[in-house]
């Protein structure tokens, strides 16, 4: 028992001096704005109109847009922030709805200054999120760009996502999820990715039982948000729409086979398409569910094809 204790302790105080390690190494690039008494993290990159709006998936921060936003900053505006819990925003006080997200985040686009018309990328769950708020306020989404996005008849809530995300929590109260992912292979091939924003993106957020909780959080609001939305969705059939889709030849996660995968994928993109017939479709050859990571480089051609349509009207 004392040994196995001591293992425990070890294990805690590995966990505590590494995260604050890898805080002091990673300060936040953007700045933190107070949002109903919590901090979230944003960062506001280049000029002009429309803005684009970049809402990310579960388990996914800010950081991971990095290679996409450094380049659309050069010649227009794009905003990056990470949803209360996630990379350097602090954890939510309130419970993880898209409601209460698309709340939070209209108080940071104002308090910040950054005003419409938006253009939404949404990556995975992302995609969602940026729909309820395309519900909510309307005439202020110029445009929508779904990044290998959930689609508003998202699939029935399956426990095995919250199960993991508990596991996974488990292992980084120890230190073991930061030990995992320290002898892991990166999550990108591209050689854009580098070794520096691997450790970043693991270090300051993916290994932080703070973002293991919030995805459990944002897993029990996932029924009551995604009724929400199928009751509150607007028409996309009078902005431009664009779907990124990831290579159904890739393996989308472990216990999935190919051949599943693309039946999956084949169904959410003529979701997507039903929703919005007049959609400019995309597939990003050689690229996972990581959009923004493996080919950057379409997605960032699709914003510019985007905005440019929105300047030719």
């Known amino acids: 028992?004392?040994?196995?204790?001591?293992?425990?302790?070890?294990?805690?105080?590995?966990?505590?001096?590494?995260?604050?390690?890898?805080?002091?190494?990673?300060?936040?690039?953007?700045?933190?704005?107070?949002?109903?008494?919590?901090?979230?993290?944003?960062?506001?990159r280049g000029e002009g109109k429309p803005t684009i709006i970049?809402?990310?998936?579960?388990?996914?921060?800010?950081?991971?847009?990095e290679i996409v936003q450094s380049e659309i900053a050069k010649t227009m505006q794009i905003v990056t922030y990470d949803r209360a819990g996630y990379g350097w925003s602090e954890k939510g006080k309130q419970p993880r709805t898209f409601e209460q997200m698309v709340k939070e985040l209209k108080i940071l686009l104002e308090k910040k200054g950054i005003h419409p018309p938006y253009i939404f990328v949404g990556h995975s769950l992302g995609g969602a999120i940026a729909r309820y708020f395309q519900s909510q306020y309307p005439e202020e989404v110029a445009g929508m760009i779904f990044v290998d996005a959930v689609h508003k008849e998202?699939?029935?809530?399956?426990?095995?996502?919250?199960?993991?995300?508990?596991?996974?929590?488990?292992?980084?109260?120890?230190?073991?999820?930061?030990?995992?992912?320290?002898?892991?292979?990166?999550?990108?091939?591209?050689?854009?990715?580098?070794?520096?924003?691997?450790k970043r993106y693991t270090g300051c957020h993916q290994t932080r039982t703070k973002t293991l909780n919030t995805c459990i959080d944002e897993w029990d609001g996932y029924k009551e948000s995604f009724k929400a939305l199928k009751a509150n969705a607007r028409s996309l059939k009078n902005i431009p729409v664009t779907i990124i889709s990831r290579d159904p030849e890739k393996p989308i996660r472990p216990g999935v086979s190919k051949e599943e995968g693309r039946i999956g994928l084949e169904k959410l993109n003529r979701q997507h398409l039903e929703d919005s017939p007049h959609a400019r479709f995309v597939i990003a050859q050689g690229s996972g569910h990581l959009v923004q990571i493996d080919r950057p480089d379409v997605v960032v051609e699709e914003i510019r094809h985007m905005v440019d349509q929105y300047g030719s009207h």
């Open 1 to 44: 028992m004392n040994i196995l204790s001591g293992i425990a302790l070890a294990g805690l105080s590995y966990q505590y001096f590494a995260t604050r390690r890898d805080q002091g190494l990673y300060p936040p690039p953007g700045e933190l704005v107070d949002v109903d008494g919590t901090k979230l993290h944003i960062q506001c």
């Open 54 to 65: 970049v809402e990310t998936g579960i388990w996914d921060f800010s950081q991971s847009w």
């Open 154 to 198: 998202a699939p029935a809530f399956s426990p095995i996502f919250k199960v993991v995300s508990k596991a996974f929590s488990f292992l980084a109260y120890f230190g073991l999820l930061k030990l995992l992912f320290k002898f892991s292979p990166p999550i990108s091939s591209n050689p854009q990715w580098t070794p520096e924003m691997q």
